[in-house]
């Protein structure tokens, strides 16, 4: 099985194609036999060693170790290859994506990849493999970061900004938080309003112009009710003072430029306002994956534009990732699974 591996925490140009034994399935394991695996900004991190404890166990997943060579990657569309015995709700030969556990259980950027059947969800006819690979990490952090929004337990109508709003989690988090019923604002470069503005969001600001006081308040006077920061950061306590009391900034861990959160947790206090920190989880991410693939398949929700690299090429895929300014996202060619 030829898959994407480390040989200890490093830079992403270590990264090798070697070849791995086909893993094993358990009770409630599936086996899939990968067509794309996504490329998100955890990848690298992850390789750096940033999403490990000192005791070498994963933030993400706290039950699994790291252990080497380590197979990168958390996202993977492809079809059903084995499932073990306490799966009965997946065929051998169905089109599914996953949000996989991450290299700390089995990497993605591998022919074969084992993964709990709870993370595990088919794909309607009408949505390519190739687009099944490029949402479940992003979309899903958008979905769990707008959280009772999406569950429609907010009231109808509120306002939400999303810091970040042309990268991968932006995309999701300004089309998921629009299709509630919410009015969205979102942060971009000035070369990324239009991208953003076309998927939903009513005001798009330049967070390079300056403060994002000004248009924010003049947008929604007393302040919006939900922030989600995809961007992190010192400058994220200055998000604060643009969420009414009673309303909730929702801090997307990005663990490289996070503070160490105090601050802002005080800050937030201060002013009334809730303050969560996310860790996307997979556990049971099956529902997620499933309502976002309708909402695609659908029309309802739109991908980004896709860059695919092969896998040979998953080195100068992380490096773009790393460099940042992507807009839209990044997914390897590894199998040539297709639909069956
Ligand atoms: N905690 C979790 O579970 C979790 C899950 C998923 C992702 N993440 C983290 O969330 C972050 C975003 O992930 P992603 O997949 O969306 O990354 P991405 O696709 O690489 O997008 C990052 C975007 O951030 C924007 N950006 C950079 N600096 C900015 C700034 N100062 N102000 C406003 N926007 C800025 C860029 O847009 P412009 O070019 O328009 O500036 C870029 O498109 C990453 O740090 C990632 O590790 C965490």
């Avoid at 009391?245 to 601050?263: F, K, N, Y």
């Amino acid at each position: 099985v030829r898959a994407v591996v480390a040989d200890a925490f490093g830079d992403v140009g270590a990264v090798r194609v070697a070849d791995v034994p086909r893993p094993e399935v358990g009770a409630r394991d599936v086996l899939i036999r990968v067509a794309y695996a996504g490329v998100n900004p955890s990848d690298w991190k992850e390789l750096a060693g940033g999403l490990a404890d000192s005791q070498g166990r994963s933030l993400v997943v706290p039950s699994r170790h790291y252990t080497f060579p380590m197979i990168t990657g958390r996202d993977a569309s492809g079809v059903v290859a084995a499932v073990g015995a306490e799966v009965t709700d997946l065929d051998i030969g169905q089109p599914v994506v996953t949000l996989s556990d991450g290299p700390a259980a089995w990497g993605t950027f591998a022919e074969f990849v084992r993964v709990r059947c709870d993370r595990v969800a088919p794909i309607p006819p009408t949505l390519s493999l190739r687009e099944g690979a490029a949402f479940p990490v992003a979309a899903t952090t958008a979905w769990q970061a707008l959280g009772t929004l999406t569950a429609g337990a907010v009231r109808p109508g509120p306002h939400v900004l999303v810091h970040g709003g042309s990268g991968g989690v932006g995309t999701f988090a300004v089309q998921l938080a629009c299709l509630s019923g919410a009015s969205v604002a979102a942060t971009a470069r000035h070369a990324n309003a239009a991208y953003v503005r076309s998927l939903g969001a009513e005001l798009v600001v330049d967070y390079q112009a300056g403060p994002l006081q000004p248009a924010v308040r003049a947008w929604r006077p007393d302040g919006v009710e939900v922030v989600v920061d995809t961007v992190g950061g010192p400058s994220a306590v200055d998000l604060i003072d643009l969420i009414r009391p009673g309303g909730r900034l929702v801090s997307v861990a990005t663990i490289t430029d996070d503070d160490d959160g105090d601050e802002l947790h005080m800050a937030a206090a201060a002013r009334g306002v809730a303050h969560d920190v996310l860790i996307v989880t997979s556990k049971g991410a099956r529902a997620q994956l499933s309502a976002l693939a309708d909402l695609l398949a659908a029309g309802r929700l739109r991908l980004p534009k896709l860059q695919v690299f092969e896998l040979d090429g998953a080195a100068e895929a992380l490096r773009t990732s790393r460099a940042g300014r992507v807009v839209g996202k990044l997914v390897l060619r590894v199998g040539d699974a297709e639909r069956s």
